[in-house]
């Protein structure tokens, strides 16, 4: 019987298959990568003096004050109610077909986030689809 304590071995990591991985799947990229081509003919485009004409859909404009105020197209709502909001809608794209009418939100940075979802549902109602947000740069809001 021996009784003295063996000596034990010290683990150690085996590096040479990690590598192998590690060169294996760079062999993979390398082979799969896809190289930008430019493109073989060399084309000028015509070019014309005159200035596009720009076909810009109808804006209707809807304002909403800080304290939940309306005004569709610089003309101030009385009430607050999504109704209200969606006969002005509708009469402001009455003059222009409603599908290329645009509306634009110019709401203010302290105006409550349900008089800007009131305004999206009224356009919904109305079946304004194109919906955007008025926004300034930092720059310009800055004194």
Do not use: C, W
Not at 44 to 72: F, M, S
Not at 84 to 100: I, T
């Amino acid at each position: 019987m021996n009784f003295r304590p063996r000596a034990k071995e010290e683990p150690e990591i085996n590096l040479i298959p990690f590598i192998d991985v590690l060169l294996v799947i760079l062999i993979f990229l390398m082979l799969t990568t896809t190289y930008s081509k430019f493109t073989e003919l060399q084309l000028t485009l015509p070019v014309a003096n005159a200035e596009q004409l720009r076909d810009r859909p109808r804006e209707i404009i809807v304002a909403v004050a800080a304290d939940g105020r309306y005004a569709v197209n610089r003309q101030t709502l009385e009430g607050r109610s999504p109704e209200l909001v969606a006969q002005a809608l509708a009469a402001a794209a009455q003059s222009g077909s409603q599908g290329d009418s645009v509306v634009i939100i110019s709401a203010d940075a302290t105006a409550p986030h349900q008089a800007v979802v009131t305004v999206m549902e009224a356009a919904r109602r109305v079946g304004l689809v194109q919906v955007t947000f008025a926004t300034q740069s930092s720059a310009a809001a800055a004194p």
